[in-house]
Each structure stands twice: as structure tokens, then as C-alpha cells.
């Protein structure tokens, strides 16, 4: 196993500031575009899982009903 060689305070600070000017910002349609599209899918998501269980919930009531 190699030893890391220690990085100064400084060097690193410039490392850092040289990784975030690579970094790509989406523009503000991609953001709005992907807020909506969580937005949409959260809903039918929701509605989705809602249905699963009123599903389940009639099931367990009926098998209770049986006992």
C-alpha cells in the first residue's frame, strides 16, 4: 500500500475550485421541465399506491369478516 502525499490547505481550496468549474448547471426550462415531471410522476405515483392499498385494505377486512 503507497502512502498519499499530504495536500497544503491552499492546493487543495484550488483543487476544489477547479472541480466546480467543470460542474454543468442545468438551465432553468431542464429544472422547471424535471420539477414538473417529479411533480406528475409523485401524483400518479400517489394515486397509484392509494388504490394498492384500499385493494389490500378490502382483503384483510373480508378475511377478518371470515374469522
Avoid: H, Y
Avoid at 2 to 7: D, G, I, L, Q, Y
Avoid at 20 to 43: D, H, S
Avoid at 52 to 59: A, L, T
Wanted: charged share 15%; proline share 3%; no cysteine.
Amino acid at each position: 500500500m503507497t502512502a498519499m502525499a499530504k495536500t497544503s490547505p491552499n492546493e487543495f481550496f484550488n483543487q476544489v475550485k477547479a472541480e466546480a468549474r467543470k460542474v454543468v448547471w442545468p438551465t432553468r426550462q431542464e429544472t422547471t421541465t424535471t420539477a414538473i415531471f417529479v411533480g406528475i410522476m409523485m401524483l400518479i405515483l400517489s394515486v397509484f399506491f392509494l388504490g394498492i392499498d384500499s385493494v389490500f385494505g378490502m382483503i384483510v377486512q373480508w378475511l377478518l369478516k371470515l374469522a
